[in-house]
């Protein structure tokens, strides 16, 4: 397949990882920062590839998983109401609130409907107007055009019964948070394709200009990611910090401009608490005044009520790349897809559930606490 085969191809994949072994003359980190890329990375073992020189760490890349569970709750609380119908993806399910999921709720009675897209959403509101159906949108960047569209659509149609639990969250705030921690290790990152293709690669300069670490754009199979490493580590060698684009069959540097105007009339920037990184400034996107009436927390005034994160989920660990998923004590035991203690174990974009599926239960030995 077109685009697919070519970036899957072992004879590359072994050229590039001598290209690497050739490159490099000692230890760097470098952190991908996105679920897919993850799970590319662990289920394909291109960090077992790589040479022990390059350390592979896995960022906040999922956003079912940094997602703050005051959050979920708010979508858990918002079910239980009589005459509203709540929709997410299929991740959101399953992700712990405080004392439940949401599948806990539907099994309870709430109306808690899967969708494939915002759009099927506010379809469903059109079809039963009798109902309030309120659409937990969750993602980064590259969701985020979606929702925007949807809420557009709302206005646009006058659809009374529609709003959104706005939870869009973007990448660059995520990055300086970690480059800007006492217990940073990440030297260079792997920025993701998609949410490149949407917003362009200019945000990440000052990022690099700031901190003086390489951020290469890069796709999603293993020779974008073996590029994208290759990349970012004959920078680190030489002594440069640049922003590069291995993903050049499809991000441009103004990115989607459609897209990019949509997000800025439907969404503001606001401050978000991130499952493991804190409140980062900036870092999320709600609704516009403008686009008021469809925000659901404000609609139903919602307040936020203290969250209890589960006390043997390291998760925080996980999503700031400090700690390798095996190396969770409640991995693979406590903590597994069926009886998830955290998002990343839930989530098709989780770190924990990349390492599980993949079969890698124990720590490697460099891992190893
Ligand atoms: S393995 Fe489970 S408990 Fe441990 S960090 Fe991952 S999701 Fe949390």
């Known amino acids: 397949m077109k685009f697919v085969d070519e970036f899957r191809d072992a004879a590359a994949v072994r050229t590039l990882i001598e290209q690497i072994r050739a490159t490099i003359t000692r230890p760097w980190t470098i952190m991908e920062v996105c679920g897919g890329q993850t799970h590319t990375i662990v289920r394909y073992g291109l960090d077992e590839l790589l040479p022990r020189e390059v350390t592979l760490v896995h960022g906040p890349g999922c956003p079912v998983c940094v997602t703050p569970i005051e959050m979920i709750d708010f979508a ?11 929709c997410s993806f299929g991740d959101m399910l399953r992700v712990p609130g ?71 969250v973007r990448v660059p ?18 920025a993701a394709g998609h949410v490149c293709t949407v917003m362009g690669i200019d945000e990440y300069r000052p990022l690099v200009q700031r901190f003086k670490v390489p951020i290469v754009v890069t796709g999603f199979e293993p020779v974008d990611l073996l590029q994208g490493v290759a990349m970012c580590v004959e920078q680190l060698e030489q002594g440069r910090a640049e922003v590069e ?21 439907v969404f503001t920037f ?7 990184l804190d409140t980062l400034p900036k870092s999320a996107m709600g609704l516009s005044d403008h686009y008021a009436a469809y925000d659901a927390i404000r609609r139903f005034g919602l307040t936020q009520a203290p969250a209890n994160e589960p006390i043997d989920c390291r998760a925080g660990e996980v999503l700031r790349g400090l700690l390798k998923p095996p190396q969770c004590p409640a991995f693979g035991s406590t903590c597994t897809p069926d009886r998830p203690l955290g998002a990343p174990m839930v989530s098709s974009e989780g770190a924990c559930a990349a390492y599980f599926r993949a079969g890698r239960l124990a720590a490697a030995p460099s891992e190893a606490q």
């Open 98 to 168: 405080s004392t439940c999921d949401l599948f806990d709720a539907r099994a309870a009675g709430a109306d808690v409907r899967v969708v494939y897209s915002p759009l099927g959403a506010l379809d469903l509101a059109r079809r039963e107007p009798s109902r309030e159906v309120v659409f937990f949108a969750v993602g980064f960047e590259t969701t985020a055009p979606t929702t925007a569209m949807a809420v557009h659509q709302a206005a646009h149609l006058k659809v009374p019964n529609f709003s959104v639990i706005a939870a869009h």
């Open 76 to 86: 858990i609380e918002l079910s239980k109401r009589p005459g509203l119908t709540l």
């Open 245 to 265: 684009n291995q993903y050049a069959r499809s991000v441009r540097n103004e990115g989607n401009v459609t897209a990019r105007d949509l997000m800025a009339e």
């Open 173 to 190: 705030p995520a990055i300086e948070a970690i480059l800007s921690s006492d217990d940073n290790r990440v030297q260079g990152f792997l």
């Open 270 to 276: 606001v401050d978000r608490r991130w499952r493991g």
